[in-house]
């Protein structure tokens, strides 16, 4: 997917070649008849500056080295005094008689020009001071232009002397004079559309980075704008558009404003890549040279101020490692950073290749290179800066989509998550229609999106007396306002809370929640069940100690009688089932207390089907003639149980089917395995049953539909207390004159 994003945007980088290509067609002489006489000349370098004019031309022309008919390129070679001189043989010209020609001299950041005319033995010296404004036009020029007749010039000998602290180049032509307006509206109308572009790239960029708060875009308008400032001063738009005669300040910003751009490629370039998460020595190294940079940049201001040269020999130098660390840098980003370093280099390409070589003008005097070295670099820069940018908004909308889908992730799992929620949600627009509708309770009144919520709540009636309705006309908020659906035993009761919501200060309409009260009250009701079983309990261990003192001695006493009738075995009998109830009761109160107080009870663990059959043998003799048993146990021994929680169980359930019976009760008891692995037993009645009410709250403590009868309410809590503490699952089954049945599984190994 991200490699066919990258080959999808890689089309877009070819917006720099195709500025190059316009930039060698605007920077073309617009006449065949224009002649460039940079590769015509032969040069000297004076580097004292001091030689005459006059030697110059005399005895001196045996120092000129001939250009042999490449551009001549000197760099900065000679020092900051040096006059660089130039011997050009001008050939014949196409020329009509009268015809005036231009010779111009277009490198902008010289500061003196004079040419000196040599024909037939006589001389001819014109001079050219930047920052003067022309007589004629009251105009400060770009560069030096001389007008000359064509007849004056065809054939002549000319000497050229520049003097500049910049690079020192023979970029000079000899055109038309029309030829020559053409050229130059041309240049100009180049570096106004590059202006534009740079301008606009600049805002927009600055202003995507402080809304999104993004460094990367903010580093990358850093650098628009200091490259923007320098081509406007070195081209010389400053001193002659801009600010007219200002030479000192586009001096400084040309120069300054040239480590400026390297510092902000370098800061771009470590945000971009994110060079401090793959390697920190590289990301060290960015920072030393933005760093290194932003004290050069303050330096190069105070150098043309003093007039003094301190960095501008090592300028080139200090530029080529910039750019050939940001280089290296992009290279070994392709193995940890490879879509976005592929994007980077296709991108910056054109820049990198054209200022490399136009660096490589100063660094070599030798080094190859023409006029498209010259003048492209500055389409290539534009170039760049426009490709990535539309790159970078690429990738802000490819991220807007990914945020998008977080969000809309984020609202499908908040709609889940108020879908499940015990409580619903809803919202209304400014006339009361629901844009927002979630959870149950606006399901059972058919509450949805599109209805109004007022019609929806038309069918429920008020439960408090004086309460009215809520209102959804005016932006007012209520809350706990109490609304009842149907009629008992069905009837649900709702809590509708709800506030307005205002957008920029204006009503939008009302937000708010819908409570279910019964499901609430279910939640109390539960909570309040376990504080009363904690209660029980405390009662219950009070009275455990004096229920124990009374049972021993009739347990004890029980004892000494049956062994005294030994010949009276019925006596025997029921002293033995008397001494059986006791030592059951006994453990029965410790049984309560292991039920409520988990972790007691009787330690005489023995296998379910054990347990259960004791329990129902004994249950036989004592409920003998108030209830008849059955007992069907399918099983094989079963999990380790306490023989007295057995009991209390089994005893519990069979107490209460004889309360619920007229005459004996009918009991069944049976312990069958189940499929998946587990017992079931199971314990039914055919007694009065109970109804929904009474069975729903059968199993809370002091609970009791016989409270006149001598009912406690203890039975089924304990049961259900012991199910749990047995891992069990309870269950009751009951319906009024059919019975009530009680289930308990027992969990498998």
Request: aromatic share 8%.
């Amino acid at each position: 997917m991200r490699r066919a994003l990258v080959l999808w945007r890689l089309p877009l980088v070819m917006i720099a070649p195709l500025l190059v290509v316009c930039a060698v067609f605007f920077l073309a002489p617009a006449s065949k008849r224009a002649v460039f006489l940079g590769d015509k000349a032969d040069f000297f370098i004076d580097s004292s500056g001091a030689m005459p004019a006059a030697a110059v031309m005399g005895e001196a022309k045996r120092l000129f080295t001939p250009s042999q008919g490449r551009f001549v390129n000197r760099g900065v070679e000679g020092g900051p005094k040096a006059q660089f001189w130039l011997r050009i043989a001008v050939p014949a010209l196409e020329t009509a008689p009268g015809e005036p020609w231009v010779l111009s001299v277009q490198e902008t950041r010289v500061r003196d020009v004079g040419v000196f005319i040599v024909r037939d033995g006589a001389t001819r010296a014109l001079a050219f001071t930047a920052g003067e404004r022309e007589p004629a036009t009251g105009m400060v020029p770009r560069y030096a232009t001389f007008t000359l007749p064509g007849e004056q010039i065809s054939g002549a000998e000319v000497f050229i002397r520049i003097y500049t602290r910049s690079s020192r180049r023979a970029v000079i032509w000899l055109e038309p004079q029309p030829a020559f307006l053409v050229s130059d509206h041309r240049q100009t109308l180049f570096f106004a559309l590059l202006f534009g572009v740079q301008i606009a790239l600049f805002v927009y960029l600055l202003a995507q980075g402080l809304a999104l708060r993004e460094p990367s875009l903010i580093a990358l308008a850093t650098l628009v704008a200091s490259y923007l400032t320098h081509v406007v001063a070195d081209r010389a738009f400053l001193e002659s558009v801009v600010w007219p005669g200002a030479i000192l300040a586009s001096r400084i910003l040309s120069f300054a404003m040239t480590f400026a751009s390297y510092a902000a490629w370098l800061w771009f370039l470590l945000l971009y890549l994110r060079v401090k998460e793959w390697s920190r020595p590289l990301a060290a190294g960015l920072a030393g040279g933005i760093g290194l940079n932003a004290v050069l940049t303050v330096v190069a201001t105070i150098e043309p101020v003093f007039d003094v040269s301190l960095i501008r020999p090592f300028s080139a130098w200090l530029g080529l490692a910039s750019l050939l660390l940001g280089l290296v840098t992009a290279l070994a980003a392709l193995w940890f950073r490879a879509s976005r370093a592929v994007l980077f280099l296709a991108c910056w390409l054109p820049t990198i290749v054209g200022t490399l070589s136009r660096l490589f003008l100063d660094v070599g005097p030798t080094a190859a290179g023409g006029l498209t070295t010259v003048y492209a670099v500055y389409a290539g820069v534009a170039g760049s800066l426009l490709a990535f940018s539309i790159v970078l908004s690429l990738d802000i909308q490819h991220r807007e989509i990914g945020l998008r889908r977080m969000a809309e992730d984020s609202a499908d799992r908040f709609h889940g998550f108020a879908t499940a929620s015990s409580d619903s949600f809803w919202e209304t627009d400014a006339d009361g229609r629901l844009t927002v509708a979630t959870g149950g309770s606006l399901a059972l009144i058919g509450a949805a999106p599109g209805r109004a919520l007022a019609d929806c709540l038309s069918g429920l009636d008020s439960p408090v007396a004086g309460q009215e309705k809520p209102r959804f006309d005016r932006p007012a908020p209520f809350r706990n306002i109490m609304l009842g659906l149907g009629v008992f035993p069905a009837r649900r009761v709702f809590e509708l809370s709800g506030a307005p919501r205002m957008v920029e200060g204006a009503f939008a309409g009302f937000y708010g929640t819908m409570s279910d009260v019964p499901e609430r009250e279910d939640q109390r009701h539960r909570f309040e069940q376990r504080a009363r079983l904690a209660s029980v309990g405390q009662l219950t261990s009070s009275l455990a100690h004096d229920i124990n003192n009374l049972l021993h001695p009739i347990i004890n006493l029980s004892r000494r009688l049956r062994d005294r009738l030994a010949s009276d075995q019925e006596g025997r009998s029921y002293l033995q089932t008397v001494l059986e109830a006791g030592e059951r009761a006994s453990g029965i109160v410790n049984g309560v207390l292991g039920g409520l107080h988990l972790g007691r009870g009787e330690a005489r663990p023995m296998p379910l089907d054990r347990a259960v059959a004791e329990t129902v043998a004994t249950l036989r003799r004592i409920l003998d003639g108030r209830a008849r048993i059955s007992l069907d146990v399918a099983s094989a021994e079963g999990p380790e149980v306490a023989l007295s929680d057995v009991y209390q169980v089994l005893s519990n359930l069979a107490g209460n089917a004889i309360a619920a019976a007229e005459g004996p009760a009918e009991i069944a008891i049976r312990l069958v395995p189940l499929a998946g692995g587990g017992l079931r037993l199971t314990f039914a009645d055919r007694g009065r049953g109970m109804d929904a009410a009474t069975l729903a709250r059968a199993t809370e403590p002091l609970f009791t539909s016989r409270p006149g009868e001598g009912g406690t309410g203890l039975g089924l809590a304990i049961v259900r207390s012991l199910a749990e503490r047995w891992h069990a699952t309870l269950s009751l089954a009951s319906e009024p004159g059919e019975g009530t049945e009680v289930v308990i599984d027992f969990p498998g190994e």
